[in-house]
């Protein structure tokens, strides 16, 4: 009974929600080219999967204080 108690307390954690900051949310595989503020398009990408990251939501760059709205004034 013990060891189900341990593996059902293993499985919880694994499958637990990834807590990210504000605007942001966590992928298995996230990109390596996440748009930024400073550089809404890449030049140059390439196809690596970044494991278990927390990257910007659709709508959102990365920022010099984590993820800002597309177009907002702080998103420069």
Partial sequence: MRSLVVL???CAI???AKDCPENEEWTEC???CE???NEPL???CTMNCIVDVCQCK???KRGPKGCLKAG???CK
């Fill in 58 to 60: 659709q709508g959102y």
């Fill in 14 to 16: 694994a499958f637990a």
């Fill in 8 to 10: 059902a307390a293993i």
């Fill in 72 to 74: 907002s004034p702080d």
């Fill in 30 to 32: 996230g990109t390596a």
């Fill in 42 to 44: 890449p030049e140059i």
């Fill in 35 to 37: 748009p930024k503020c």
